[in-house]
C-alpha cells in the first residue's frame, strides 16, 4: 500500500527575485520526516521575466508532477487550489521630503473636508443655538462647546480606524483594514481565474 501524502496549498506568497519555486514554498506538507523532507525541496516552477508580476501555480499541475516522479506515493489534497505568487519589485526607502509632502497634502485634504462637512450643515450656527438654550446667552464663538467638540472629533477617528501609530487599541480590525481585506480578497480571487492557464478564457 502506498504511503499517502497530504498537501495544502499556501493562498498566496510573495517573492523578491526571479527564480526556481520549490514545493514548500508553496504549500504545506504532512508525510513522514525523511520523506517530507525530500518532498519540501521537490523544484515545482520556475519564475521568469516572462511572468511579470503574477503567477498562478495550480494543485492539479503539482500532484501530475509528483505522481509522474513519485509514482509509489499518493497525494491527498486539502484546502485552497491554488498558490498566488506576487513578484515584488524592491523600491528604494521614500525620502523624508516626499512623505512629508504627501503627509500635508492629505492633512489639508481631511481638513478641508471636515470644514465642508462642517459648513454643510451649518454646525456653528447648531452651536450657537444650543449655546443659547443652554446658557440664555447670544454667543458667535461658544468656545467652551467648539474646543471639545473639535478634540472629540479626533480621539472618535482614532477609535474608529482602531490605531495609534503602531499600535493597537485592540484586536478587532479597523473598518479600512476589513475594506482592505476584501479589496484583497476580489483581486486574488480574479487573479485567480484570469491568470491560471488551465481555466476557460
Known amino acids: ?13 510573495s517573492i523578491t527575485s526571479l527564480g526556481q519555486i520549490t514545493l514548500k514554498e508553496i504549500a504545506h506538507i504532512s508525510a513522514s520526516e525523511p520523506l517530507q523532507q525530500e518532498l519540501e525541496s ?12 503574477v503567477v498562478i501555480v495550480d494543485s492539479f499541475l503539482i500532484i501530475d508532477h509528483l505522481n509522474k516522479t513519485r509514482s509509489d506515493l499518493e497525494f491527498q489534497l486539502v484546502g485552497p487550489t491554488h498558490t498566488l505568487i506576487r513578484v515584488q519589485k524592491q523600491f528604494k526607502k521614500p525620502s523624508i521630503l516626499v512623505v512629508a509632502f504627501v ?38 464663538y461658544p ?5 471639545p467638540y473639535s478634540l472629540g472629533i479626533g480621539a472618535g477617528m482614532l477609535l474608529f480606524f482602531n490605531h495609534w ?7 478587532e480590525p479597523s473598518p479600512l483594514e476589513v475594506e482592505i481585506f476584501n479589496y484583497q480578497q476580489e483581486m486574488d480571487q480574479y487573479l485567480s481565474h484570469y ?6 478564457n
Open 195 to 200: 491568470e491560471n492557464k488551465l481555466n476557460d
Open 1 to 13: 500500500m502506498s504511503e499517502v501524502v497530504y498537501l495544502r496549498m499556501k493562498k498566496n506568497i
Open 103 to 140: 503627509w500635508l497634502i492629505l492633512f489639508i485634504g481631511a481638513a478641508m473636508t471636515i470644514m465642508n462637512f462642517h459648513y454643510d450643515v451649518s454646525m456653528q450656527e447648531v452651536q450657537q443655538k444650543l449655546h443659547y438654550l443652554l446658557t440664555g446667552e447670544v454667543n458667535a
Open 165 to 171: 501609530f503602531q499600535k493597537r487599541f485592540n484586536e
Open 143 to 147: 468656545l467652551w462647546m467648539q474646543i
Open 42 to 53: 521537490t523544484p515545482i516552477y520556475r519564475v521568469t521575466k516572462k511572468d511579470r508580476n
